[in-house]
């Protein structure tokens, strides 16, 4: 029986992972889009190492005669279409899927962001379209390009190592809880379980999440109160639900020394039932993905003031 709950926690383990990797907007897509007529086809590219030259490529069909087709780009977040600056793209090949054109951008050092689009103009220079990012229309946002250093491996291999065991962690003490509310032992094994999650969460999280973020965008920890980078908070509150599930059952992970649980044994379960459910929403949430400022603290503090 035993065996099978480590088996099941492991399927889950991968296909949270599984989700955590294909939902993250850090990886590059293959766009399609119609602007004027004109349809764009590439491969976006989201990042590339620091103090670099980047090559952007793009495939256009149904051109106009005489057309020009200009590269611009920018690092002003808020700055309008009209003010990147410009600059003419290489031609490459043919084929049946349009007429190949090719850009460069320089970046800079790790952690800036430079945002793209591309401009096509007639024979005088007047434009006929602005190709921007087509899976953001209607609106018409540019596709954004960030720099990141080179991590050390036993800081990226630290951190993969300690976010794969508190998702084990949690899914195997998730399997343990439908068996644990009539019985002592195994709620024992599933608050264990839950404690093992909290403190790997917090070693991948602070102890290797802040080398992270120091070599792959120079900066340090934004969750909050310090700064509110959605995916530092993300990993802040599955830690934070899961010392709440821990103190929760904390005579029972105790066996008594340190006091009773604050909740009932079926509560308790629920509990760490609760503590997948959390996570899959977290990693359901694309990686990479950022929300103002004023959202971030006010659902931040909502969930602190919601587990205290």
């Known amino acids: 029986m035993r065996f099978l ?28 889009g119609e602007f004027g007529g004109v349809q764009l086809r590439m491969v976006t590219v989201p990042k590339c190492y620091e103090n670099s030259d980047t090559t952007i490529t793009v495939r256009l069909q149904h051109l106009p005669p005489s057309s020009r087709v200009r590269f611009c780009h920018t690092t002003e977040a808020g700055a309008s279409l009209e003010q990147y600056a410009c600059e003419p793209m290489a031609v490459g090949d043919t084929t049946a899927d349009g007429i190949q054109y090719a850009g460069s951008i320089s970046v800079g050092k790790r952690g800036g962001k430079y945002y793209y689009y591309f401009v096509v103009t007639d024979s005088l220079g007047n434009v006929t379209a602005r190709l921007t990012d087509p899976d953001e229309l209607p609106e018409t ?4 390009l960030k720099s990141f250093g080179h991590l050390p491996i036993p800081v990226l291999a630290g951190h993969l190592l300690f976010i794969f065991s508190t998702v084990f962690f949690i899914s195997l003490a998730t399997v343990s809880a439908f068996g644990a509310r009539g019985d002592e032992r195994m709620r024992y094994r599933m608050m264990r379980l839950l404690l ?9 999280m602070i102890i290797f999440g802040i080398p992270m973020n120091y070599f792959a965008f120079g900066g340090y920890w934004e969750g909050v109160p310090f700064g509110h980078d959605a995916t530092d908070n993300k990993t802040q509150l599955l830690f934070l639900y899961l010392l709440f599930a821990t103190l929760s059952g904390l005579g029972t992970l105790s066996r008594g020394r340190w006091g009773r649980d604050i909740v009932a044994p079926k509560t308790l379960t629920g509990i760490a039932v609760g503590s997948f459910a959390v996570m899959l929403f977290i990693y359901l949430i694309p990686h990479s993905i950022q929300f103002t400022p004023a959202f971030t603290y006010a659902f931040c503090y909502s969930w602190i003031g919601l587990l205290v």
Request: charged share 10%; hydrophobic share 50%.
């Open 5 to 32: 709950q480590y088996v099941v926690a492991f399927v889950l383990t991968v296909v949270m992972l599984y989700i955590a990797r294909t939902n993250s907007l850090g990886e590059p897509r293959e766009v399609t």
């Open 141 to 144: 946002k540019p596709f954004l």
């Open 196 to 204: 093992y999650a909290t403190i790997t969460s917090f070693i991948g």
